[in-house]
């Protein structure tokens, strides 16, 4: 019989001051024992973007999701092709590269797809062992295991291609001490935040850990992804959603659930299905030109203070009727939460209970140009759910959103 370990801290989490019990409530963390899987992963390493601009993205993420920039490269220190910017939130870390020279494959990206993730980089304790079990049963491969060295030690790395142009750079800094990778300076934002400790730093974050992150896909390929990340990555299926589940009248589609063997990793799976009207899995593969990640989910453990910060800041959300909050059957349903109902009424939070819990979400609006990338803020308490109960109130929002754009 397998025995069950738990789960050790990575770096990123231990610096943010998290600890499993903290995790377990934030993003659903379970034990598990990773001796016996074929593509151990750790956990999410970084979510990568290209981005029109990275030199004003990265300034936005600071001042609207009050996010602390913790590394940079560009051609102030030999990146003559683009500037990256790494910014963090808690143990989440994301990365906003844009072109800077004419001819940069960036610049060539992002007028295909827009703004969009580009990376769901995963830190793994074994790039090749992950490498030759992928390479095993069929995956492709980007890049292949290799060192990448400067004066604080080593990071090896490779790459893997799943849908659309995303990919899953693998990842293991074990013997690295630097800001991020070789070839990155520790950078400082000039962002004000007010007087405080790292304490109160932490206090003041909208945001802790990624949650999970949404990937679209075409019709009909849903499954063949899931079966991707079952077979390559040894990913365990942890929910699906289907039919009237995930339907309003206008617009469906259908989805699945992967998780990494501690569900530190999450990836539900979207693809469209028929229906009256243009769904938003549809209107994202048309503005996206293809498969992508479509929205990432963010742990708070706070969202009415989240949503009032973020608010405060220009982040727009969608917004929810009052009908769903005074129907009789909802608050039957969900029992009593921490907050009164409504305290939610007034920010339009949803939320959802299952047999393990419950969940308070909110998404926002997208945060480009195009009707692609957009995030969701999750608090749980007991709940590894994905909030089925409020599909179709949240897809009912979204429908009135395609429907002002002219795209429903």
């Not at 990376?119 to 074994?126: F, M, N």
């Not at 299926?237 to 009237?244: L, P, R, S, T």
């Not at 920010?347 to 926002?364: A, H, K, N, P, T």
């Amino acid at each position: 019989m397998t025995q069950t370990t738990v789960t050790a801290l990575t770096d990123e989490e231990i610096q943010a001051g998290l600890s499993f019990d903290q995790l377990k409530e934030l993003v659903g963390l379970v034990e598990y024992d990773a001796s016996s899987d074929p593509f151990p992963v750790t956990g999410m390493d970084a979510v990568c973007f290209v981005v029109g601009n990275a030199t004003q993205t990265a300034t936005f993420y600071q001042l609207a999701l009050g996010m602390e920039l913790e590394a940079y490269r560009g051609p102030e220190n030999g990146s003559r092709e683009a500037k990256s910017y790494v910014l963090r939130s808690g143990s989440a870390r994301f990365v906003f590269s844009g072109g800077v020279s004419p001819d940069s494959p960036l610049l060539d990206h992002h007028r295909r797809h827009g703004d969009g993730v580009v990376d769901l980089a995963l830190e793994v304790p074994d790039v090749d062992r992950c490498i030759e079990h992928a390479r095993s049963v069929g995956a492709t491969i980007l890049e292949e295991p290799h060192d990448v060295t400067d004066e604080h030690g080593t990071v090896r790395t490779a790459a893997i291609a799943t849908y659309g142009e995303t990919r899953h750079t693998l990842v293991d800094r074990s013997h690295y001490d630097g800001p991020y990778l070789p070839g990155y300076v520790a950078a400082v934002g000039t962002v004000a935040r007010g007087e405080g400790d790292a304490a109160n730093a932490r206090g003041r974050r909208t945001f802790q850990a990624v949650d999970h992150c949404v990937g679209n896909v075409e019709l009909g390929r849903m499954d063949e992804w899931v079966e991707f990340y079952n077979k390559v990555m040894g990913f365990v299926n942890m929910a699906e959603f289907i039919g009237d589940d995930i339907a309003t009248d206008y617009s469906a589609l259908m989805s699945k659930v992967v998780a990494s063997g501690n569900h530190r990793v999450k990836f539900p799976l979207n693809e469209p299905a028929v229906a009256a009207r243009k769904s938003q899995i549809d209107e994202y593969l048309e503005f996206y030109a293809g498969a992508g990640c479509q929205h990432i989910a963010l742990a708070t453990n706070d969202i009415l203070r989240t949503v009032d910060t973020l608010s405060a800041n220009g982040i727009e959300f969608l917004e929810t009727p009052d009908s769903y909050y005074d129907d009789p059957e909802l608050r039957a349903r969900i029992g009593e939460v921490r907050v009164p109902i409504e305290e939610l009424k007034a920010r339009g939070i949803l939320v959802d209970r299952d047999e393990d819990g419950y969940l308070l979400q909110i998404f926002c609006k997208p945060l480009g140009d195009r009707p692609t990338v957009f995030y969701e803020f999750i608090e749980r308490h007991g709940s590894l759910g994905f909030g089925k109960g409020n599909f179709k109130a949240l897809f009912e929002a979204i429908e009135r959103e395609q429907e002002l754009r002219g795209n429903l």
